[in-house]
């Protein structure tokens, strides 16, 4: 019976650093995205796979360096001429800086650079983009909330393509429910100042850690409705993961 508590409380611990952008551990999320779109053109699907391994570096005894990398996969299939699309998308890292000690509040920040890598266009924007991205989150026993944030802009790139031009903010919350257990929800909220258009959607999910032989994961599953969108973007989706975990066992500061 120790035991099983035991795991219960190793299994809550996880699930709050799943829930925590800026943990000190190695992760390898792997998201797949089902949107659904309605036009008067028809029905349209899209499907997005999103590899982020998520790498962290102590640089010092005060610092340290979380490495996200994001390499998404897309199938689009909307009505009209381009159905049936398959690629790689741009691919995009993201470097924060967090101190390496912190109580119930954390914070981190540093650059996000997007590469154009996607092998159609309707999957990518044919630019190098970079700009500023920050984290501020409050952790308490039960709850994590927060905001992540950043703004792209293009450097460089195709000609014949738009200017990126971009600001992000996503408002997060996670009720950590007990045995590995949480429900989140979260608002993505991003303007596209070049052309001038929002998108919203907001999502809510539910995560479980489990162990799958000797390896643990986070598994979820959850759903997405865009409140606002620009034209034939979806208007709602199935969201699921799985997140593959490794501890690091690294000593608390």
Do not use: C
């Not at 590469?115 to 026993?141: C, D, H, I, R, V």
């Not at 929800?185 to 907001?202: I, K, M, R, V």
Request: no cysteine.
């Amino acid at each position: 019976m120790a035991q099983a508590s035991a795991h219960a409380d190793d299994a809550d611990e996880l699930a709050k650093k799943v829930s925590n952008p800026a943990s000190f551990m190695i992760s390898v999320p792997v998201h797949s995205d089902s949107d659904f779109a309605n036009s008067s053109a028809g029905h349209g699907f899209y499907q997005t796979l999103d590899i982020e391994p998520v790498i962290p570096f102590s640089l010092n005894a005060d610092w340290n360096l979380i490495s996200h990398t994001d390499i998404p996969f897309a199938y689009s299939d909307p009505a009209g001429p381009d159905a049936g699309r398959f690629g790689l998308g741009d691919i995009s890292q993201n470097l924060s800086f967090t101190p390496s000690s912190h109580g119930a509040f954390i914070w981190a920040f540093g650059p996000q650079l997007s590469f154009p890598t996607a092998t159609n266009a309707m999957f990518g924007s044919g630019k190098f983009s970079a700009g500023p991205s920050g984290l501020l989150l409050l952790q308490t026993e039960n709850v994590t909330t927060g905001a992540s944030f950043d703004h792209m802009w293009s450097l460089f790139g195709s000609s014949g393509r738009p200017d990126v031009n971009q600001s992000e903010v996503q408002p997060f919350v996670a009720w950590h429910i007990g045995k590995g257990r949480t429900i989140s929800a979260s608002l993505d909220a991003s303007y596209d100042w070049t052309g001038e258009n929002w998108s919203l959607p907001a999502s809510v999910s539910f995560s479980k850690i489990v162990k799958i032989g000797e390896q643990t994961v986070s598994l979820s599953i959850g759903g997405k409705y865009w409140i606002e969108g620009p034209d034939q973007s979806p208007e709602w989706g199935i969201k699921s993961g799985i997140t593959f975990l490794f501890p690091s066992g690294r000593p608390k500061p």
